[in-house]
């Protein structure tokens, strides 16, 4: 029960949000990823966009299967194994639509380089260096004593050339 004598700011509100919220939205969010799953086996079209899809869909669907864990026996969040993997699952599965992203955009501005560079095989193994490179990232961050200021400029970059991309997508 809050204090009702404590002041809040604006990141107290959030994170108190957040806190009561994450596990529900991540409920909530299983039935499109399997219906997201299930689509990417259905289809089949030589469109490699599902693969992406699919690639973002399975690591969010591992994440919720760790938050139904946590949910379900509660002494497991106190593992630092635990920890670990929910926080590593969570940091890949948020920043993994930058693949998707960054290929939509090379498919329509550099469409020669793009299908004679991206095969099936050259997107697993794309979005397999991809989750590499960012758990290395975040391995890093996490065993380097707490520098925010180096993952606030990796979570920008990613952002930024999400966004970058996204947009150049559309004007296309």
Known sequence: VPDSNQTYDACDIVYLFRKATVFTLWQVMLVPILVLIAITF???D???TKWFVFHIAVLNLFVIILWELTYISPNINKSPVMWFLLSFSTDLATNS???LAFTRFLALYFHQFYSK???MITIFFF???YDLIVLSL???YYF???QSLFMLVIYIIILLGTFV???LVFFK
């Open 127 to 129: 979005m397999l260096i």
């Open 46 to 48: 030589k469109d490699d």
């Open 144 to 146: 380097a004593n707490s």
């Open 97 to 99: 639509i930058f693949p």
């Open 117 to 119: 560079f991206f095969t």
């Open 42 to 44: 259905y289809r089949k």
């Open 138 to 140: 975040f391995t890093y």
């Open 165 to 167: 991309c996204t947009i």
